[in-house]
C-alpha cells in the first residue's frame, strides 16, 4: 500500500510541476540547418552594395519547441556581389576579401554562437550571441522569427569592432564622400 501511494504520490507531483512550469529540463535537440540564404548589406555616403555570404554549417537548438541556442559557421571565402557586374563585381569582391576588410586567405570562418534566445512574442526571440570575425569575438544582439522549419533575423554589427577599419570616417579623416559606414547589416534566412 506504502508503495501505490508514493507512485501516486510522485504522478502527482510531476502532473502539477508540470502543468506550473516548475520542471524546465524538457528535451533539447538540436537541428541542423539545411537550405539558408544570407545577405549582407554595406553602405557608404554615395550609396550601398549587396550581396550573399554562405553559411558552412549551422544548427538550432531547442527546448521544447523554443529556440534556446544554435551555432553557425560562416565561409568568408564565399563573399559575393550581387549589386554589381563584371570587373566592378570582381574588384569590390576582391576587395571585400582582402586584409583591408576581412582578409578571408587568413580569417576563412566567421562564427556566430547564439548564448542566448528570450521568447518575445509567438514567433519571436531576443538573441544574443558571440560573433567571431577575424579573431575578434563580440556579443551581438537582434530579433529572431521562428516558424514552422524557418527562420529569420536582422543582425546589424559594427565592423570596426572586429578591425575591419578601411574607409571608416571613424578613423580616418577628411574622406568626405568617400567614407564607408560602419554599421552593415546581415539578413539570415534559414531552414531546419
Known amino acids: ?3 501505490v501511494l508514493f507512485t501516486l504520490s510522485a504522478i502527482s507531483f510531476l ?13 533539447k535537440t538540436e537541428k541542423t540547418v539545411t537550405n539558408s540564404k544570407v545577405v549582407w548589406k554595406g553602405y557608404k555616403v554615395l550609396g550601398s552594395h549587396e550581396g550573399t555570404i554562405d553559411i558552412s554549417s549551422g544548427s538550432l ?4 519547441e523554443q529556440l534556446v541556442g544554435g551555432k553557425f559557421s560562416i565561409d568568408m571565402t564565399s563573399i559575393n556581389c550581387t549589386d554589381l557586374e563584371g570587373d566592378y563585381k570582381g574588384q569590390l569582391e576582391g576587395h571585400l576579401k582582402s586584409g583591408d576588410f576581412f582578409d578571408v586567405e587568413k580569417f576563412p570562418t566567421a562564427t ?7 521568447k518575445s512574442g509567438k514567433n519571436a526571440y531576443n538573441i544574443k550571441a558571440d560573433l567571431t570575425i577575424k579573431d575578434v569575438t563580440k556579443e551581438v544582439s537582434f530579433t529572431a522569427s521562428v516558424y514552422g522549419s524557418k527562420a529569420t533575423a536582422n543582425i546589424k554589427i559594427d ?3 572586429f578591425n575591419v577599419k578601411y574607409g571608416s570616417a571613424s578613423f580616418v579623416k577628411g574622406l568626405k564622400d568617400k567614407a564607408i559606414y560602419d554599421e552593415f547589416d546581415l539578413v539570415l534566412d534559414v531552414e531546419f
Open 1 to 3: 500500500m506504502k508503495q
Open 15 to 27: 502532473f502539477f510541476a508540470s502543468s506550473f512550469g516548475v520542471l524546465t529540463d524538457g528535451e
Open 61 to 64: 537548438t531547442f527546448d521544447d
Open 112 to 118: 556566430l554562437n547564439i548564448t542566448k534566445a528570450k
Open 159 to 161: 565592423r570596426t569592432d
